[in-house]
């Protein structure tokens, strides 16, 4: 049984207002489906970061941040990727890469979160990267592993974040990659690139 950690007070001033004033910004950006999923992974973050020493005030708003951009229209994001001069190559993509990747820049602009170890969690949390912080590697899990997930083998992926984070990290992966090929879709690389580094030790 999962003990809920409690949600940290705001002073290390990574954004300037408390932690209900981000849920709000947060909140208007969002349908209430996709909100309470933000609290459920927000939850879930709290409890891996305690357990692998990870600042809560950090992992409480990289989980809430991290799923700021979903409900962006497509017009939204390929904006950004022309003004940011991002790389053109995430064009040819979609919203599953890029409310993370493009998403953080709106963030950075939109609510004055500058923090990188914030921005680059809220980048890798759904294809991972080769080299992940543990703050990363709490969110990427978070997100996968929140209460309300119901799929087979969530119970044991949970069980394992608690026990060794990097290895759960190559369970998500080794999944997710096994999930996109039962279906044939394309495949950013940047999964592969996860797969090899976390999955295959």
């Given amino acids: 049984m999962i003990k809920d950690v409690e949600a940290p007070i ?32 927000e939850q879930m973050a709290l ?23 979903k409900e962006s229209s497509d017009a939204d994001f ?7 001069k991002l790389d053109p190559d995430l064009k040819q993509w979609g919203n599953y890469l890029w409310h993370g ?8 602009d939109e609510l004055g979160i500058h923090n990188q170890d914030i921005l680059d969690a809220m980048r890798q949390h759904t294809t991972g990267a080769a080299y992940m912080t543990q703050l990363s590697q709490v969110v990427y899990m978070a997100d996968y592993i929140e209460m309300g997930r119901d799929f087979p083998g969530v119970t044991e992926v949970r069980q394992l974040a608690f026990e060794d984070l990097g290895a759960s990290v190559g ?28 999955s295959t030790k």
């Fill in 10 to 41: 705001y002073t290390e001033g990574i954004f300037s207002g408390s932690r209900e004033a981000l849920i709000e910004a947060v909140k208007t950006q969002v349908s209430n489906k996709r909100f309470e999923h933000i609290l459920r992974v």
């Fill in 171 to 198: 369970w998500q992966t080794t999944h997710t990659l096994q999930y996109l090929l039962a279906k044939q879709g394309r495949i950013y690389p940047g999964t592969i690139t996860t797969y090899n580094e976390w």
């Fill in 101 to 108: 990747v493009v998403g953080a820049e709106l963030v950075h």
């Fill in 78 to 84: 390929l904006a950004v990727i022309a003004e940011k």
């Fill in 47 to 69: 409890n891996l970061a305690e357990k692998w020493d990870v600042d809560l005030e950090t992992a409480s708003i990289a989980a809430l941040v991290h799923d700021y951009a």
